[in-house]
């Protein structure tokens, strides 16, 4: 299985940008980066996805190497909402042609107000 | 909005009992999932269908049995609960329209077995 390795936990500050990394050495050449979070009592929800370039969205941006290696979730300005564990997740194809998801145990956030 | 939805927030239940916990989505999704949560082992994949009556072993099946009898619902059984099924049960759907669709999770089942 594809693997990424996370922080286990990170600070920020409230309306500062915190960046939080991931490694992904064993990722393929075809393999998509997934982002999602969990906030508390909640069921995981997607960020952001991305290949190769740099992604952005209305939650957050996607900095992804250039070997593709490594990759940077980029929150701008966190806000309290924002605390939750963040997910780095490649995936694996199954024999129906679907995939499936390898979450790691991801980085939990912690936002100071 | 995609709206997953888990017909149980918190569940106890005893050692041997059978256990059905239910999963309904709105969106008309092929794909179906059932994953655990553990601390320091994050989510882990039990079954998934990839359309009615069609399923196929995740990561951690044993077990745990699954009924798809239609598209927006998918149960997940345990034939003979034991204590090491204590854990938080999750359910997402996602289309197979088009590439990296993302999955939508409900909110959770927190399982007991006592």
């Known amino acids: 299985d594809a693997k990424t390795t996370q922080p286990n936990s990170m600070e920020s500050n409230e309306e500062e940008p915190v960046h939080l990394p991931c490694n992904h050495s064993t990722i393929s050449g075809t393999d998509y980066i997934h982002w999602y979070r969990q906030l508390p009592s909640q069921g995981p929800e997607y960020v952001i996805h991305?290949?190769?370039s740099n992604v952005n969205n209305r939650m957050a941006s996607l900095a992804i190497a250039e070997d593709r290696k490594s990759s940077t979730l980029i929150l701008h300005r966190a806000t309290l909402r924002d605390a939750a564990v963040y997910y780095c997740?490649?995936?694996?194809?199954?024999?129906?042609?679907?995939?499936?998801?390898?979450f790691g145990t991801g980085t939990r956030l912690k936002v100071l107000a | 909005d995609v709206k997953v939805t888990q017909s149980s927030r918190y569940l106890v239940k005893r050692t041997g009992e059978k256990v059905f916990l239910e999963c309904v989505q709105d969106?008309?999704?092929?794909?179906m999932f059932w994953y655990r949560q553990d601390p320091g082992l994050g989510l882990r994949l039990i079954y998934f269908s990839y359309d009615v009556k069609m399923k196929e072993k995740g990561d951690i099946p044993e077990g745990y049995s699954v009924s798809r009898e239609k598209k927006e619902r998918f149960s997940l059984i345990l034939e003979s609960a034991s204590t090491n099924q204590t854990s938080m049960y999750l359910c997402?759907?996602?289309?197979?329209?088009?590439?990296?669709?993302?999955?939508?999770f409900g909110d959770g089942t927190r399982l007991s077995i006592l």
């Open positions: 997402a759907s996602s289309t197979r329209t088009g590439r990296n669709q993302p999955q939508h």
């Open positions: 991305g290949l190769t």
């Open positions: 969106m008309d999704h092929e794909n």
């Open positions: 997740i490649l995936r694996d194809a199954l024999t129906s042609g679907t995939y499936k998801y390898i």
